[in-house]
């Protein structure tokens, strides 16, 4: 008896320390350099900022391309813009929507706190592309498209409306390559001898180098051309194959374009094209807004819930309201230490969590009714009402579960935060209920189930009947 009252005394310590933790970034006090100063990360719809949802265009990725692995490497490449552009905590994801023929893949960007819209979407959209090409050989495929040209051109002279031609879409004089931006390492200004202004050197990761091999060693003795947003900088000859996976753009860069164009490569050429379909500013005041009616909402439903168990279940109700608290400060602990980004469907995910909470401990109580009827051991009641009751509480929490994952893995960004924090809290609640609520209760040490005791651990208005 005295080491389960320890042990109860523990769990009410442990839960005060976590109380403590939770609420000390609210504090006037609060050290930001403190070990255990940890805000929580609050959503776009709670504390402000921009809302950007992109379209991805997959339909010219090459045949047997893995669409999941572009997109990620998609989101890699706008969150290292995102980050450039010195947004606090941003958050990017895909998403994908519909199935077959039907099926669409977006990009969600969620940058808290930004206000300046205009200046984030100049970030995100620049699109430097990088592309080489290598000389086109004589023959009748180049004949034709000048010919095509030609054609295209003497129209345009005469006024007249130029004939559609497939051939039109091509360059008469070089042919497109694989090693695109996509490949590049990294990028870099320098200055050499042999040319006036700055040149940028710029290096390939491992499959761009292994390409680029490939393409200076089939067209040793041709020209190169190297290509930047549609326009030819350079068309260097290849003397030899250049296996290092190097090579150097000159132009006519003045410093400031070349550092530029330099900063917007080593942020990445988009790998999917993408296009922007919807924008969405919340500002901070709604943000506060919504995040203080929040909480105001989470605070009476617990003193509503709390003053119905303790009315209703009288000492099982207020040893439940004990082990509840605690379960609210362990959630929020733990909504901190992973971090889960808090949203209103999270908060509210959350909420039904503690009502999900709260119904383990009806359905044990109810148990407890039953088995109080059947024995004098109150210890026995007790310990027979926990073991029956948890094949329900086990199922019905499984279900909750299995269709928080659910929703998670198909739902959309704001379905996520509210199947997350669910899937969390049917799962702590699940501890919670069964373990320290037992704990407070053999702690109390009622040794029979005397008419007082009936009354105390019972329910409603009435006494409870010892059969």
Do not use: C
């Amino acid at each position: 008896m005295t080491r389960r009252r320890i042990i109860a005394v523990i769990l009410i310590l442990f839960g005060v320390g976590l109380a403590y933790f939770d609420s000390y970034p609210f504090l006037a006090s609060a050290n930001q350099t403190a070990w255990f100063y940890r805000p929580f990360k609050l959503g776009l719809d709670l504390r402000g900022g921009s809302h950007l949802v992109y379209q991805a265009d997959t339909s010219d990725l090459p045949a047997g391309t893995d669409i999941g692995e572009a997109m990620s490497s998609l989101r890699e490449v706008i969150e290292r813009r995102v980050n450039a552009f010195g947004v606090g905590e941003p958050v990017i994801q895909v998403e994908q929507a519909g199935l077959g023929a039907s099926e669409v893949h977006r990009l969600i960007v969620e940058l808290p706190g930004v206000t300046d819209l205009q200046a984030a979407l100049k970030v995100i959209d620049v699109t430097p592309v990088l592309e080489f090409k290598t000389e086109r050989s004589e023959g009748k495929e180049k004949e034709a498209i000048a010919k095509a040209y030609e054609k295209a051109r003497t129209q345009y002279e005469k006024g007249e409306a130029i004939t559609p031609d497939p051939l039109l879409a091509q360059d008469p004089q070089f042919v497109p390559t694989e090693l695109t931006g996509r490949y590049l390492k990294r990028a870099q200004v320098q200055f050499t001898s042999q040319s006036i202004g700055p040149t940028i050197s710029i290096e390939f990761d491992g499959a761009g180098a292994k390409l680029f091999g490939e393409i200076t060693a089939a067209n040793v003795g041709k020209s190169i051309a190297i290509f930047l947003d549609g326009i030819l900088k350079s068309a260097p000859v290849v003397r030899e194959a250049i296996k290092d996976g190097r090579a150097e753009i000159s132009g006519d860069f003045t410093v400031t374009e070349a550092r530029e164009l330099v900063r917007n490569l080593n942020l990445g050429a988009l790998p999917v094209p993408i296009k922007l379909v919807s924008t969405e500013t919340i500002g901070a005041t709604l943000g506060q807004e919504a995040l203080d009616r929040g909480v105001r909402a989470g605070l009476i439903g617990l003193i509503l819930v709390a003053a119905f168990m303790i009315l209703w279940y009288r000492v099982n109700g207020f040893l439940a309201v004990l082990s509840l608290t605690i379960y609210v400060a362990l959630m929020l602990a733990i909504f901190k230490l992973l971090p889960v980004t808090l949203t209103a469907a999270g908060m509210a995910g959350f909420i039904l969590s503690v009502g999900m909470a709260v119904d383990a401990n009806i359905l044990i109580f109810a148990r407890l009714k039953e088995e109080m009827r059947h024995t004098d051991n109150m210890h026995e009641a007790i310990s027979h009402g926990f073991s029956r009751a948890w094949a329900s509480i086990r199922d019905s929490n499984l279900s909750t579960i299995i269709s928080a994952l659910i929703l998670f893995w198909f739902g959309t960004s704001l379905v996520k935060g509210f199947a997350l924090t669910l899937a969390i809290g049917v799962l702590v609640s699940m501890l919670t209920a069964i373990s320290i609520t037992r704990t407070f209760l053999l702690s109390i040490g009622v040794r029979h189930t005397g008419r007082l005791n009936r009354f105390l651990f019972g329910s409603g208005f009435y006494l409870t009947a010892k059969s």
